[in-house]
């Protein structure tokens, strides 16, 4: 619970008065009982009605202290604890932003998605529930035993036995629970990435028909939700019974040994009218802390989770120097592999040099490492072994934050986001101009925009899904653009456009070549045919370097795919 202290200390004012509220109230609640007892023994007993109004009065006073004290510690309670839920849920949000790639490959998102809204949610209900409830139940349930001990001491002797087995079990209760909550959590967050993963795949799923066996999954996921569900529900609802069944044992026992101490005159009817209310409240109270320590266990399975995403590493820190980059790189005996892979490098070996202004190209078979090499010049992972040079500097020496402002990346599977088509523009420069967009636009062949009603104003879907995967890339493409960085990478960012309206991307992007270094990874050799340097990969090696005559010549995988795409179209 460590992790919350900072909330805690933020909203201490607000939570101590809450806590005083509580405690306040509590005392009020301690009192009914002595002043009915009062009213009893010293009123009604004794026929004296003017100590009935005496007591009787007293009692509505503290009744309305009472419940002052009680609106205002839900006003405290409720505001306090979800403006730290809402600093948690932030503090997650930024946690999870910074991420590095090895820690978002180590939580799925779905499981993120819980961690932020169900977790979250059950520590706002803990935090709410102490400066509400969970104070107020110890402090009831010790004063009753106090004040009982008090107005008579042989009787207080059953409500010793009766919270000592109440309290052995509580102790079974949460061994026994928490072991079930940290599952159920889990079967939580397995239901959510099924249906995360339906949303993102629908069309997928519709196109092959597969609706039989995405509702069979849902249901095994469901149906282990619910079984995990009733598994942590059913200590509870085994534990209660017993709890209220051994208070109410003790009610009877008070009653019972009440009747025998009244003749002796060790007992007055006060005290046993006292005592029931007492057990009442102690009843109640025990109900309360049972509640408390379920809570607490669901809160401590909830509280792991979400340390586990504020433990995860971080990407890169800030440190390093900002520096103003161009285009020259140089990859110089390169090896990485994935951290949460096989072990076997995705990159072995590689070493090459591009010149600022130069347009490289990067081809191979799919899993060859062509994205790799992107993902390492933007340092979402570092190098096993050797260097990456920008100017002739190592990039870990840089400032991470600084070197990506300068790099631009088109992915190629364009990530747009809810809003407008110029606010996904913007991406890459908030500061843009009208006249800059309608250039890069230009220069992404994006011209579509200007035939759609509002132009950029027109609204995109979540990932653009109201768009062709061709418009996508082309607003990809301008967002990129638009960033005017030194380094210009295209991670197969024309794989859905046509072959003229790539061929005119790639001329508008060679007119301005000299300004960034472009690179190309591909899986098209006319895209790569073009390009001032060709890298060619084969299962993480380079097996070729150099122009498109120099590699017809020396690199026989490039002829290979050579003639299989081109000379084999021209067959067919």
């Not at 520590?123 to 110890?138: C, E, H, T, W």
């Not at 002796?264 to 025990?286: C, K, V």
């Amino acid at each position: 619970m460590s992790i919350y202290g900072k909330y805690f200390r933020k909203y201490k004012y607000p939570f101590l008065v809450a806590v005083l509220c509580v405690a306040l109230e509590g005392v009020c609640d301690l009192l009914g009982p002595t002043l009915m007892s009062n009213i009893i023994n010293k009123g009604i007993e004794k026929q004296m009605m003017s100590e009935v109004y005496r007591w009787g009065g007293l009692m509505l006073l503290v009744t309305l202290f009472g419940a002052f004290f009680a609106v205002t510690r839900n006003i405290f309670a409720s505001k306090t604890s979800q403006r730290m839920g809402a600093d948690l849920r932030y503090d997650l949000f930024k946690k999870i932003i910074s991420f590095s790639e090895e820690g978002s490959d180590k939580i799925e998102s779905g499981s993120l998605i819980t961690r932020m809204t169900n977790d979250t949610a059950q520590v706002i209900q803990f935090v709410n529930g102490i400066m509400r409830i969970f104070l107020k139940a110890p402090i009831t349930c010790i004063g009753s035993i106090i004040f009982a001990s008090i107005l008579n001491f042989r009787l207080s002797l059953i409500i010793y036995g009766v919270v000592a087995a109440v309290a052995v079990l509580i102790t079974i209760s949460m061994k026994l629970s928490y072991p079930r909550f940290s599952k159920l959590q889990a079967a939580r967050d397995k239901m959510n990435i099924v249906v995360q993963e339906y949303l993102i795949g629908v069309r997928v799923v519709k196109a092959f028909g597969t609706y039989k066996e995405e509702t069979e999954k849902f249901h095994d996921t469901n149906d282990s939700l619910m079984k995990r569900s009733v598994s942590s529900q059913m200590v509870i609802t085994l534990i209660s019974p017993i709890i209220n069944l051994t208070v109410g044992i003790g009610t009877v026992a008070v009653v019972y040994l009440g009747s025998i101490l009244f003749p002796m005159q060790l007992a007055e009817p006060g005290d046993i009218t006292a005592f029931i209310i007492y057990m009442a409240q102690i009843l109640s109270s025990l109900i309360m802390i049972t509640n408390v320590f379920n809570v607490f266990v669901r809160t401590k399975a909830s509280t792991a989770r979400i340390k586990e995403v504020l433990d995860s590493s971080e990407d890169f820190s800030e440190t390093g120097e900002k520096k103003k980059i161009t285009g020259d790189i140089e990859f110089r005996n390169v090896t990485f592999a994935y951290p949460a892979g096989s072990g076997v490098p995705a990159v072995r070996n590689l070493s090459l040099v591009i010149e600022h202004g130069q347009n490289l190209a990067i081809i191979g078979p799919t899993g060859s490492g062509k994205s790799t090499v992107a993902w390492l010049l933007l340092r979402f992972y570092d190098v096993d072994n050797g260097q990456i040079l920008i100017n002739g500097q190592d990039i870990r020496q840089l400032n991470v934050k600084s070197l990506r402002n300068q790099i631009a990346l088109v992915p190629q599977n364009p990530m747009l986001f809810s809003g407008t088509i110029s606010e996904n523009i913007k991406w890459g420069d908030k500061q843009a101009t009208n006249d800059s967009i309608d250039q890069v636009v230009k220069k992404a062949e994006a011209g579509f925009i200007y035939n759609m009603p509002n132009q950029y104003d027109s609204i995109l879907g979540s990932s653009g899904v109201n768009i062709s995967g061709g418009q996508k890339q082309r607003i990809s493409i301008a967002r990129g653009l638009i960033k005017d960085s030194p380094i210009l990478i295209l991670d197969d960012a024309t794989s859905a456009l046509d072959a003229v309206t790539e061929s005119k991307v790639r001329q508008n992007l060679k007119s301005d070549q000299m300004e960034r270094t472009v690179i190309t990874i591909t899986q098209r050799i006319g895209t790569a045919m073009s390009s001032d340097k060709i890298l060619v990969m084969d299962n993480g090696n380079s097996v070729g370097f150099g122009t498109h005559d120099e590699l017809m010549k020396e690199c026989p995988m490039y002829k290979d795919i050579y003639k299989l795409q081109i000379e084999g179209s021209k067959e067919a």
